[in-house]
């Protein structure tokens, strides 16, 4: 099985993690014989997936396609937002506080004088 990577950010996605999936395949219309192309999967991590949703909507068909299906489960269930917001509590516990109690000579470079 191959990794999965967000597309917007393209951390990596691990089989179980919470993600947004959107398949793409493309069908024949009316034409006899019918065809189809392969579903091609494309992955979003839950923060990508919220920040698209609040953002304006992208160019192009397709793009704008997948980011009105990705509005409507971001808007349907707070399930979504809720992951993200773990993920993000994550991110800022691993970086820590950055207060050790005293300033670093690169933070007295940044102190306003006088």
Do not use: H
């Amino acid at each position: 099985m191959q990794p999965l990577f967000c597309l917007r950010c393209r951390r990596e996605i691990e089989p179980g993690d919470k993600s947004v999936a959107v398949y793409m395949f493309a069908q024949t219309v009316g034409v006899k014989p019918r065809q189809k192309s392969t579903a091609q999967r494309i992955c979003f991590c839950p923060q990508c997936a919220v920040s698209l949703a609040m953002g304006m909507p992208p160019e192009g068909a397709l793009n704008m396609a997948a980011w009105e299906m990705i509005r409507d489960l971001v808007s349907a269930e707070p399930s979504l937002n809720q992951a993200a917001w773990e993920n993000l509590r994550g991110v800022v516990a691993l970086l820590g506080t950055g207060d050790n109690g005293s300033a670093s000579a690169a933070d007295s470079r940044f102190r306003r004088a006088g």
